[in-house]
């Protein structure tokens, strides 16, 4: 079985653009957002981030797209 690792924690809307940068790389993403699974759950959660996974086998080839990614935010 393959191993996820986080490698983002930011708002959703962040979260969401790093993956749409993966996901076009073809690299697999998976997003937990704590504070939409409580909400879809029926009781609320404090904070507003989400988490971005992707497999620990993929992390050498999305390394350039994150500090791209990262450096974007620094602007």
Same mark, same amino acid.
């Given at each position: 079985? +393959?191993?996820?690792?986080?490698?983002?924690?930011?708002?959703?809307?962040?979260?969401?653009?790093?993956?749409?940068?993966?996901?076009?790389?073809?690299?697999?993403?998976?997003?937990?957002?704590? +504070?939409?699974? #409580?909400?879809?759950? #029926?009781? #609320?959660?404090?904070?507003?981030?989400?988490?971005?996974?992707?497999?620990?086998?993929?992390?050498? #080839?999305?390394? +350039?797209?994150?500090?791209?990614? +990262?450096?974007?935010?620094?602007?």
């Amino acid at each position: 079985m +393959k191993e996820h690792i986080k490698i983002y924690t930011g708002t959703s809307i962040l979260t969401n653009r790093l993956a749409f940068l993966l996901d076009k790389a073809k690299i697999a993403t998976l997003i937990k957002d704590d +504070k939409e699974s #409580g909400r879809l759950a #029926g009781f #609320g959660t404090t904070g507003g981030s989400s988490n971005l996974f992707i497999y620990k086998s993929d992390f050498e #080839g999305a390394q +350039k797209i994150i500090t791209d990614f +990262k450096e974007e935010l620094n602007l």
